[in-house]
Nanobody, 126 residues
Framework: VQLQASGGGLVQPGGSLRLSCAAS????????IAWFRQAPGKEREGVLC????????YYSGSVKGRFTISRDNAKNMIYLQMNNLKPEDTAVYYC????????????????????WGKGTLVTVSS
């Protein structure tokens, strides 16, 4: 199983980026997928999770209203749309899954994830 996040880059405050999470050896449609981020000198934090069963989404307070998640089952991809980016959003972003179909109460917990993709760096700066 491999996950790979991509799409990061440098963006000005207020700008937008769309990150992608590609999977091999895993059909994303069957699994809850979470996005985490880790800023320099900080712990990894869960920012958003999408359940596969009912497509419900869960957000951390810091990104709610600005970030959204979507799936393209035909391409086996998941996307993280980030709008109104702020300097504090600067971090390496990772997609991950616990292997379950629902996010559950532990979706923000790094140790609950079994599969991680390589991260992609997002830098928000003027």
């Amino acid at each position: 199983v491999q996950l790979q996040a991509s799409g990061g880059g440098l963006v000005q405050p207020g700008g937008s980026l769309r990150l992608s999470c590609a999977a091999s050896g895993l059909t994303l449609d069957y699994f809850a997928i979470a996005w985490f981020r880790q800023a320099p000198g900080k712990e990894r934090e869960g920012v958003l999770c999408s359940s596969s069963t009912d497509r419900s989404a869960y957000y951390s307070g810091s990104v709610k209203g600005r970030f959204t998640i979507s799936r393209d089952n035909a391409k086996n991809m998941i996307y993280l749309q980030m709008n109104n980016l702020k300097p504090e959003d600067t971090a390496v972003y990772y997609c991950a899954t616990s292997g379950r179909s629902t996010c559950g109460s532990s979706w923000k917990v790094s140790d609950a994830m079994h599969y991680w993709g390589k991260g992609t760096l997002v830098t928000v700066s003027s």
